[in-house]
């Protein structure tokens, strides 16, 4: 464990906010995920240098965006094992956290990480973001929705929007090369009226690659028909 924390440290210090506890939690979320990849597929990644490197710090990248410390309810659509959203909920324990995952048993994961690490300020929920945004209850609702490492722009996009709250913020983990995926969600973003505000690019340490964060604001309420139904917007996107 001490050498885990060190290793955390290392990297993860300079974010604002950080301090040993929050550290001592991230090492027994990242050695929980991996221990539960040996049963149950959540990531890729096996290697406790390159999880704490893209995984850790790729998600908690985002805090040093002005905006971020004054947003209190946030939503994490396909979050997976967790990414970014539970490193986020660690990192800012007062803001609200909604993790929705479609995939049964890794909902099951994020529920079992919420109760062992007791984040109160986390809520999960198994089902499809297509479905959610029919729900009053989550429907622009946010005032920002991340996704990370979950579909191509034009698919996030419709699947996004509709969460977040008027003059809100959806934010899009990605790879160093995403200029072909924003020039073809130009029509994404023109139906949804959500213009592209911010481009955050950076490298990850150790040359782990180059990454870019795709800030777009949503500037008029969603149209209902979005999203369409479930699996739509990722056959046919916009």
């Known amino acids: ?5 060190d290793y955390l440290g290392e990297f993860l210090q300079v974010f604002p ?3 040993a506890g929050k550290i001592n939690r991230l090492v027994i979320y990242l050695q929980l995920v991996l221990k539960k990849n040996q049963q149950t597929n ?11 490197i893209k995984h850790l710090y790729d998600s908690l990248m985002v805090v040093r965006w002005p905006f971020w410390p004054t947003a209190s309810k946030i939503l994490d659509l396909g979050t997976g094992a967790g990414f970014p959203g539970i490193p986020l909920a660690i990192l800012c324990p007062q803001q609200q956290y909604c993790l929705v995952e479609a995939n049964k048993k890794k909902a099951e994961f994020l529920s079992f990480i919420k109760n062992e690490l007791r984040l109160e300020n986390i809520s ?14 989550y429907r622009e ?14 698919v996030l996009l419709e699947l996004a929007i509709p969460l977040c709250q008027k003059d809100g913020y959806f934010i ?12 073809l ?5 023109e139906i949804l009226d959500a213009p592209l505000v911010k481009e955050i690019p950076y490298e990850l340490p150790n040359d782990f690659g180059r990454r870019c964060l795709l800030i777009f604001q949503k500037t008029k309420t ?3 028909k979005y999203p369409r139904r479930p699996g739509i917007p990722e056959k046919r996107p916009l």
């Open 1 to 5: 464990m001490n050498s885990g924390l």
């Open 141 to 154: 609702q946010y005032e920002i929705v991340t996704a990370r490492a979950v579909a191509n722009t034009a």
């Open 172 to 183: 899009a983990y990605k790879g160093g090369n995403y200029q072909n995926e924003l020039a």
């Open 185 to 189: 969600a130009q029509n994404a973003i």
């Open 42 to 52: 959540l990531t890729a990644i096996t290697n406790w240098e390159e999880a704490v």
């Open 222 to 224: 969603t149209p209902d």
């Open 17 to 19: 906010g950080m301090d």
């Open 124 to 137: 999960v929920v198994n089902d499809r973001a297509e479905n959610i945004a029919r729900q009053q209850k």
